[in-house]
């Protein structure tokens, strides 16, 4: 099922299809059994996410679960029984709830409140419960409950009625960190005593200071946290809970991501944002040294996990040309076994193109990361059409992994240039907030001279340029094409917002914690409203011009498919060739291999339409 593409002068490629691309099976999370001889992942394998358990000395994994529509998510593995927990929604609606599967295959809904949403907060260090956050009481909040195991019978353990968002509990269960919000650059830490129910705050500052806590050392004293406090990036210190001291833990040259300890503190775990690639670090917390990481030669280890007894860990390695594969190490033996082969084996990774991070000069000299990805057949002499990847957030990034979607286009002759505009995560502060009430402007304004980059590489041809993107990139895609009708040559658009005034006012409830954060950022729809209507590309949907797509899921709760019926009504209006995908049983974000195999292969179809002339095959541009 693969054909060949010939070219005059430049290396004939191997192309494979979209079902080829999507035969590659999607893993994510990881937990090790309580007898230490399995490990619980989630792999979208059937077609959707289910939970599976692989043996650590490799082997078959098995299903544990059999979902056909809702993606499940797993949490972990009961501490001392082999029951599991996972996450799952309703058709992509967000409202999680946590499921408890018994070995013999039954499945409780731990938070049956239909309308309420349910996140794991972590186990209890005794393992007899967990904590959960529910905003059941107020749709607004979450509040923190405890699960207890024998009983299954959840206790309220916090009320939150200050807006505040749980992040890290103490394992003598004595303290909660909590963060509050106070707009995209700033933020306050809280700590509440369980014992006697005070709430203390323990950051003071009139300046834009992020402040997030992360966790509570093992011995309970201190609690780590990240902040960009002095700097431009988010480096690691620590509070001490009973002097209030400050001391700096860890810092780097670009913002530290996340740390964690492993159960019993033997091992710390830190991630940093590497210039959009993931680097983990392992410390052994009785040296303070970093721990040698395994030889993976195929990528980068992610998602460290440490078995309980602390004498495993488990790991994903991805790259931009190969999928997540799940790895296990053995501090003992010191061997490391990969465990999952993720990889369609028709595809040859040698087809598959590397992702060069590149950067260029904005408009007024600021200068704008991107990532890079060349077909093969691109040359001189073989000038190829592109496409610019704007990432959602809008404070996002796009970062160095595997992209099925990325490397299909690539390998159907499209050169691909995901551009992380100012107000990006990844590169400081400053860039960070460049953006501040300036969307659909500076940030577009960085996209359209990525155009000159893509011309200067001397393999692009310039007047076959498109722009795509996702939620707030699918924005830029409609911003691009309304505000500056002559700069794209098309434009896909996935759940994108078009009118800011009504996305801004139909938030979900349980955003109110940050719901001014946002409003600081992007602007308030009661008192900023002239200015959210200039921005909002509804209401200039008559100046686009070139041929748009839309790809919206009908149960996004973030960008709501009226956003995507409204632009593509009006847009049909100029009789310009517009394109609609909507997928019934998919939120923010298509996660159905079913619907990723329909959505990715009409986009290539409408982009060989109309950036190489190309006819549309008859099934694109259906609504589901
Ligand atoms: C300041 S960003 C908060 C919104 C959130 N961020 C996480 O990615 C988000 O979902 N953004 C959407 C776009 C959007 C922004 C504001 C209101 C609704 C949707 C995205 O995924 O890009």
């Known amino acids: 099922n693969t054909s060949s593409e010939n070219q005059t002068t430049e290396p004939v490629v191997k192309t494979y299809t979209i079902d080829q691309f999507m035969n590659t099976t999607s893993i994510t999370g990881s937990d090790f059994s309580p007898d230490n001889s399995k490990i619980l992942y989630s792999s979208n394998q059937t077609g959707v996410y289910n939970a599976f358990e692989v043996p650590v000395t490799g082997g078959e994994p098995r299903q544990l679960t059999n979902s056909t529509d809702n993606s499940v ?243 994903y390695v991805n790259s931009p040309t190969s999928s997540s594969n799940l790895y296990v190490h053995d501090f003992e033996d010191k061997e490391t076994k990969q465990l999952t082969n993720t990889m369609n084996p028709d595809i040859n990774q040698e087809d598959l193109v590397k992702t060069e991070v590149v950067r260029y000069k904005s408009y007024d000299g600021m200068e704008i990361p991107a990532l890079l990805m060349k077909p093969k057949s691109a040359g001189p002499k073989n000038k190829v059409p592109a496409v610019l990847w704007i990432h959602g957030g809008p404070g996002g990034q796009t970062r160095l992994n595997y992209s099925p979607l990325m490397q299909y286009l690539v390998n159907h002759g499209y050169a691909v240039l995901a551009v992380n505009n100012r107000g990006s995560s990844g590169y400081g502060k400053t860039f960070f907030a460049a953006d501040d009430q300036k969307h659909g402007d500076v940030d577009l304004k960085d996209v359209i001279e990525a155009k000159k980059y893509l011309a200067s590489t001397g393999y692009v041809a310039e007047d076959k340029i498109g722009i795509m993107g996702g939620s707030y990139g699918g924005y830029m895609v409609l911003a691009g094409l309304a505000f500056t009708p002559d700069e794209f040559a098309v434009g896909v658009n996935l759940f994108g917002v078009a009118n800011w005034l ?123």
């Open 73 to 315: 998510f797993v949490i972990s593995y009961f501490p001392k029984d082999e029951r599991i927990l996972y996450s799952s929604d309703k058709g992509g609606n967000e409202i999680t709830h946590l499921y408890m599967r018994s070995p013999d295959g039954t499945v409780k809904n731990l938070t049956p409140e239909p309308e309420a949403k349910a996140s794991f907060a972590g186990w209890s260090h005794d393992q007899s419960s967990f904590f959960f956050l529910s905003n059941k009481r107020d749709p607004k909040y979450f509040d923190l409950y405890e699960m207890d195991l024998q009983t299954l019978t959840p206790k309220l353990v916090m009320k939150n009625e200050q807006g505040l968002d749980v992040a890290a509990i103490s394992r003598d269960k004595k303290h909660i960190a909590l963060v509050k919000s106070i707009n995209t650059n700033s933020s306050d830490m809280y700590l509440y005593n369980m014992e006697t129910k005070q709430l203390k705050k323990l950051t003071d500052h009139k300046e834009d200071i992020k402040y997030a806590p992360e966790t509570f050392t093992p011995d309970n004293r201190q609690l780590y946290f990240l902040t960009d406090e002095g700097g431009e990036f988010m480096e690691l210190k620590s509070y001490d809970l009973a002097t209030g001291n400050i001391s700096n833990v860890e810092k780097a040259d670009w913002d530290i991501m996340y740390t964690y300890f492993s159960r019993d503190g033997k091992y710390r775990v830190t991630a940093i944002n590497n210039d959009a690639r993931t680097e983990v670090k392992v410390y052994d917390t009785a040296t303070g040294k970093q721990i040698q990481l395994p030889d993976v030669p195929a990528g980068d280890i992610t998602g460290v996990n440490f078995s309980d007894d602390e004498n495993m860990m488990a790991f």
């Open 502 to 624: 009504r996305t801004l006012k139909s938030i979900p409830p349980y955003w109110e914690s940050f719901r001014e954060a946002l409003y600081k950022e992007m602007g308030n729809p009661e008192t900023d409203s002239a200015a959210l209507y200039n921005k909002s590309p509804l209401f200039f949907a008559h100046q686009i011009k070139k041929p748009l797509m839309v790809l919206q899921g009908a149960n996004d709760p973030r960008v709501l498919k009226v956003e995507s019926d409204e632009i593509v009504e009006a847009v049909k209006k100029n009789n310009v060739p517009v394109e609609y995908v909507v997928f019934d049983d998919e939120g923010h974000g298509f996660v159905k291999k079913e619907n990723q195999i329909e959505g990715y292969s009409a986009i290539l179809a409408f982009l060989d339409t109309y950036l190489k002339g190309k006819p549309t095959p008859a099934n694109s541009g259906s609504q589901k």
